[in-house]
């Protein structure tokens, strides 16, 4: 006969935290109520949460998210964590058996934060076979269409999300897998503004902007120059996904464990044009004076390939290691553009009436990069200390093309103005100026000879160590005392500006200053020190007196290092006129 005997560990009264943390179970996370299986959805029970992955009030891009303790961020910056770009999930929360939420640890293991260490441990399987398949749905049937006296038409929504997960033995207590699989679609109304079909007041949902003016308008592209506009209405917003993650475990022997995981994520969504006037005149949708059409939106991509392995090792009775190596791909471009045709802001009473050719920024909007991680501790042992030694490293690369405006942007007083100029167009291709006089022509070409676009290489390499001493001068009291340095080395892939170089400014003192547009930050040490305790008064009470002070550092939102190498006037060039007849219009958007 056979006793077994099963405990858990409770995670507020353990004796080896010392800063402010919180640990979500499988339980939890299958218990919470939830709609997005996004990370955030359990993460809100960390009581410093301000919501959107934010904690303690801190930028959520300067968090550390990892996965199984592999590095999985949002690197560049353009968003707080993977899945951000597209609002879905890059790993499913059916995936994660624990989620751990690090304010403040004064373990100097943990690094490359200021916000929070947030950290997902997978599942893993064991020598029993389990399985699950779900399906769920959400549609427009749940939606009020009342808000108070006034009709809301919501439109036609649907969402779903099927898939499942598995595990279990392929060697009996030596090697074990688990699988996820999920494939969601959400498709809900582009747009709820509608068209006005004449006579109608403007307000609500309705606009002002006629449906034969915009009727004609789509038939006159078509027809003279094969252009198709898409719908100005009724037309749906679609945010397709597919995840999966494999993960094995395999017990090479007493010694010896070693974990693969790989995780897949491909993604896209729909989102509306810009409404910025930086390109154009903005304002262009979502009010009751604009309407754009279709194609004159944009999608983004989010698409992830990440793979990690650990090996835990015990190298002797009092000696253990563990090496983690990771690599990931993610990229975050804008989805290719159909056909490409210039932008075209039509005014009204000097505020847009309607938008059509391709979105002012998604032309050649390319984002992809990529990092290596390496980390590998080495623990020993002894009667009274646990002394810890470490290293990290982490290759960045990226390569960001923003070239906002390079299809051309023509800007036109009204309709009329426009049929004018694309009639004088269709009499006379060769013409040098327009018959009417255009509010705004703007267009940015590429300034750097053999240069296809106008790509911001950055390259860092990221190094840390650590060494810390967990003290135990009693059975009732532990003391951390550790130290961490990390430093950022940042490649040389800016570009010169000899005009810019040239010039001579003022510091703080008054002095004569010259800055160089390719200089990109010095290496510098950033120092962590940290010091911890925790101290059981009262352990039968379950009363503990635990704290500690230390430093925290992280790596920037790369997008600002990245802005400084194509925000410094030599990859493009640009050019704006008002009120001018020396830019015609013409179909081909390179012709400027």
């Given at each position: 006969e056979s006793v077994t005997v099963s405990g858990t560990a409770d995670p507020v009264f353990s004796s080896t935290r010392t800063g402010a943390a919180t640990q979500?179970?499988?339980?939890?996370?299958?218990?919470?109520?939830?709609?997005?299986?996004?990370?955030?959805?359990?993460?809100?029970?960390?009581?410093?949460?301000?919501?959107?992955?934010?904690?303690?009030?801190?930028?959520?891009?300067?968090?550390?998210?990892t996965i199984d303790g592999s590095a999985f961020n949002n690197s560049f910056g353009l968003a707080g964590q993977p899945g951000d770009r597209t609002g879905v999930a890059p790993i499913s929360l059916n995936a994660i058996e624990q989620v751990q939420v690090n304010i403040a640890p004064y373990d100097v293991r943990q690094g490359n934060f200021i916000g929070a260490g947030v950290n997902s441990v997978t599942r893993s399987g064991t020598n029993q076979f389990r399985g699950m398949l779900f399906h769920q749905m959400r549609n427009d049937s749940l939606v009020g269409t009342d808000a108070g006296p006034n009709p809301y038409n919501p439109g036609e929504f649907t969402f779903r999300n099927t898939g499942g997960w598995v595990s279990g033995p392929i060697v009996e207590n030596k090697l074990f897998f688990f699988g996820n699989y999920e494939n969601e679609l959400d498709s809900r109304p582009g747009t709820t503004f509608r068209a006005n079909r004449g006579g109608e007041p403007a307000g609500g949902q309705v606009t002002r902007v006629l449906a034969s003016d915009l009727d004609a308008l789509s038939s006159f592209l078509s027809t003279n120059f094969n252009y198709q506009t898409g719908a100005y209405e009724g037309y749906p917003g679609e945010t397709p996904a597919m995840r999966f993650l494999i993960k094995s475990d395999y017990n090479l022997n007493n010694s010896n464990k070693f974990t693969f995981r790989y995780n897949h994520l491909n993604s896209d969504t729909d989102v509306l044009a810009s409404n910025s006037s930086s390109l154009g005149f903005g304002s262009r949708r979502s009010n009751t004076t604009g309407l754009n059409f279709e194609n004159s939106n944009y999608t983004i991509l989010e698409n992830i390939r990440s793979g990690a392995g650990e090996?835990?090792?015990?190298?002797?009775?009092?000696?253990?290691?563990?090496?983690?190596?990771?690599?990931?791909?993610?990229?975050?471009?804008?989805?290719?553009?159909?056909?490409?045709?210039?932008?075209?802001?039509?005014?009204?009473?000097?505020?847009?009436?309607?938008?059509?050719?391709?979105?002012?920024?998604?032309?050649?909007?390319?984002?992809?990069?990529?990092?290596?991680?390496?980390?590998?501790?080495?623990?020993?042992?002894?009667?009274?200390?646990?002394?810890?030694?470490?290293?990290?490293?982490?290759?960045?690369?990226?390569?960001?093309?923003?070239?906002?405006?390079?299809?051309?942007?023509?800007?036109?007083?009204?309709?009329?103005?426009?049929?004018?100029?694309?009639?004088?167009?269709?009499?006379?291709?060769?013409?040098?100026?327009?018959?009417?006089?255009?509010?705004?022509?703007?267009?940015?070409w590429a300034n750097i000879p053999g240069m296809e676009k106008p790509v911001q290489p950055l390259e860092v390499n990221y190094f840390g160590a650590y060494a810390q001493d967990d003290w135990r001068p009693r059975s009732d009291l532990s003391i951390t005392l550790g130290v961490r340095l990390d430093v950022p080395v940042f490649a040389e892939t800016g570009f010169a500006n000899p005009i810019a170089n040239a010039l001579t400014f003022r510091d703080e003192d008054g002095n004569a200053v010259q800055y160089q547009t390719e200089k990109l930050p010095d290496p510098a040490i950033l120092w962590s020190p940290r010091v911890g305790f925790n101290w059981a008064l009262n352990p039968e009470r379950g009363t503990q007196l635990r704290g500690g002070t230390g430093i925290f550092t992280g790596p920037p939102a790369y997008v600002w290092i990245s802005n400084q190498i194509g925000e410094n006037g030599m990859l493009t060039g640009f050019e704006q006129l008002d009120n001018t007849s020396a830019r015609p219009f013409n179909p081909n958007p390179h012709y400027y």
């Open positions: 979500i179970t499988r339980q939890e996370i299958a218990s919470l109520p939830q709609l997005s299986n996004r990370l955030e959805s359990v993460t809100r029970l960390t009581p410093q949460s301000g919501g959107g992955m934010s904690f303690g009030g801190v930028d959520n891009r300067l968090n550390n998210i090996w835990n090792s015990i190298w002797s009775d009092t000696i253990a290691n563990n090496l983690l190596v990771a690599y990931s791909y993610h990229d975050e471009s804008r989805g290719a553009l159909e056909t490409l045709f210039p932008m075209v802001d039509i005014l009204e009473g000097n505020t847009v009436y309607t938008t059509f050719g391709s979105e002012p920024f998604t032309p050649n909007n390319e984002l992809r990069y990529k990092s290596l991680f390496i980390k590998n501790d080495v623990t020993k042992f002894a009667d009274k200390h646990s002394f810890v030694g470490g290293v990290s490293f982490q290759r960045y690369e990226s390569e960001n093309v923003f070239f906002p405006g390079s299809q051309s942007a023509y800007v036109y007083r009204s309709l009329a103005d426009f049929y004018a100029d694309a009639n004088g167009y269709l009499a006379n291709p060769n013409r040098t100026t327009s018959p009417v006089s255009l509010r705004r022509f703007q267009v940015r």
